[in-house]
């Protein structure tokens, strides 16, 4: 049995033109797909994602940085369906991460591989001390091969990155860390013997020597 492992990864975020457009996450280097999709932009999900995969759904963090989610997994007809279906049954989340196989568009995660994607992230979130989980119980993921097991690795070291580009950690913030556990952006006064600074009004022009 190869042991989880999580790391951060080098991720290409890929932007529409169209706002209202999915919010695609890349993993450099590793086989695993991920788009970040809005609740509210949900219907508009490309009939391409209704592949087999895993898919979180998210809620908004709170003051302290914690927040809720839950973890499930799509098989056929495929995540499009599956995330669609949830605007109906679960009104908690604002936003959803799937995942899914990239490398090669003619193959796709089968049942028993996204099953088990789905129980080792489980576990994974239930360690961490920021997240709590939606879900009632554990899913039950099937026996996998080493082999397998050691292909489906890559899937799981971008998902910890993923999340904090989007603000959800899964550990509170070290009391020692650079900006002391606070906030990220702080106002930054003028200091009280130092004149404020005043702008110059720029001049266009040939410069006269």
């Not at 604002?94 to 992230?121: F, V």
């Not at 709590?132 to 899913?139: C, G, K």
């Not at 993923?162 to 070290?174: D, Q």
């Amino acid at each position: 049995m190869c042991a989880m492992r999580f790391a951060p990864s080098q991720l290409i975020v890929g932007l529409s033109y169209d706002l209202n457009n999915p919010m695609k996450i890349h993993a450099k280097h590793k086989v695993a797909g991920t788009l970040l999709l809005d609740r509210d932009h949900a219907r508009r999900l490309e009939k391409g994602w209704n592949v087999p995969g895993v898919y979180l759904l998210l809620d908004r963090p709170d003051s302290e940085g914690r927040w809720g989610a839950h973890v499930d997994k799509a098989s056929i007809p495929g995540l499009r369906h599956r995330v669609l279906q949830q605007l109906k049954d679960r009104a908690h989340w604002y936003r959803a991460l799937l995942i899914r196989y990239k490398s090669n568009d003619n193959e796709t995660l089968n049942s028993s591989e996204a099953g088990w994607l789905e129980g080792r992230l489980y576990d994974h979130l239930a360690k961490a001390g920021q997240v709590r989980l939606h879900n009632r119980s554990r899913p039950r993921d099937p026996t996998l091969s080493d082999d397998d097991e050691t292909s489906l690795i890559d899937y799981l070291l971008p998902i910890e990155s993923v999340l904090r580009l989007i603000g959800h950690t899964l550990y509170p913030r070290p009391a020692g860390a650079p900006d002391g556990g606070g906030p990220l952006f702080k106002k930054i006064e003028p200091e009280p013997d130092k004149p404020a600074a005043t702008s110059v009004p720029s001049v266009w022009g040939p410069t006269r020597i």
